[in-house]
């Protein structure tokens, strides 16, 4: 069962890598979190606008930072380290079928060693969730943010799409579980 499952992962990781090569440079920017400081100042301000007492603020802000604490110790700590899923940029039988990007100085993007599951999935999803149920109107729109992210980790071919999958997951899972130990203190 669990080669059907790699094996459906692996094909539809090629059918997305190397799918759309004129949106690497978009692709590449969208992995970057300095890439979205608008979108980072935008929730300060919606924070701000909502919350009025400094506590209110403050627990908003731990349970940003305690999401992705979490979300980061759980997909980089424990489950890269324990799966050891070589990443399809490391994979020596994908060399000749995968797209990487190529950055300004010539050299190829590959990301770290193992890839299960997607880091920026689970954080950028555990934010999602998080945020996106403390303020009114975002939750939609913070999740289209995080497929945006996974998506990209894919198109760079530095990650499968069931990382990327699981990655959501966790980060949906922990950003909840962070979501209802702040809400009741709000």
Sequence with gaps: MLELLSG???????AINGAWPSGDTMMWWASKPLAWAPLYVLLIIAVL??????ASRLLVLAGVGITVGLCDLVSARVLKPTAERLRPSHRVEFVDS???????????????????VSSHAANHMGVAIFLGAVLS??????VLWAVVIGYSRIH????FPGDVICGWIVGAGLGAVVLNVIRRRL
């Design 8 to 14: 459906l992962d692996e094909s539809l990781f090629h």
């Design 49 to 54: 606008k909502k919350y009025k007492s400094r």
């Design 98 to 116: 995968i797209h990487l990007y190529e950055r300004a100085d010539g050299t190829v993007y590959k990301g770290g060693k193992y890839s299960f």
């Design 137 to 142: 109107g975002w939750l939609w729109w913070l």
């Design 156 to 159: 760079l071919g530095v990650h």
